[in-house]
C-alpha cells in the first residue's frame, strides 16, 4: 500500500501550498480592507443630509418655507438619495465583510501557521 493515499487533501502539504494559501489569505484581507473603505464612505455619505438638515434648521428664521418650498421639497429629496445611497453602501460592505470572514476561517483551518498569523 502507498503511504501518498492516506494524505489529508484539506491540509497544506508543501512550502508552494503555503505560499498559495498566504497569498490567498492576503487577497481576502486586501478585499476586507475594501470593504471597510466602502462602510466609511457609506458612513460619510450618511452625514451630508444631517448637515444640511442642521443649516435648514439653524437658518430657518431667515426664510419663510412656504416660498422656497419648491427648492425645499428638492433638498429633501437630494437629501433622501444620499441616505438611501449610504444605507446601500454600509449594509453592502457589511454582507461582504461577513462572506470574507468566512472565506478567511475556511483557509485558517487548512494551516495551523496560517491560523496563528490570522487572528
Do not use: C
Not at 80 to 102: N, P, T
Request: positive net charge; aromatic residues 6%.
Amino acid at each position: 500500500m502507498n503511504v501518498h493515499n492516506f494524505h489529508d487533501h484539506s491540509r497544506v502539504k508543501t512550502d508552494n501550498d503555503y505560499g498559495l494559501l498566504l497569498n490567498e489569505i492576503q487577497l481576502l484581507l486586501s478585499e476586507k480592507r475594501t470593504s471597510l473603505s466602502v462602510m466609511r464612505t457609506g458612513i460619510a455619505v450618511f452625514v451630508v443630509p444631517m448637515t444640511v438638515f442642521s443649516v435648514l434648521i439653524a437658518t430657518s428664521k431667515y426664510y419663510d418655507a412656504t416660498k422656497v418650498l419648491p427648492l425645499f421639497v428638492m433638498i429633501m429629496a437630494m437629501n433622501a438619495a444620499l441616505v438611501m445611497l449610504a444605507i446601500y453602501l454600509v449594509v453592502r460592505s457589511l454582507i461582504k465583510l461577513h462572506s470574507l470572514d468566512i472565506l478567511i476561517n475556511k483557509l485558517k483551518h487548512k494551516s495551523k501557521t496560517i491560523a496563528e498569523l490570522v487572528a
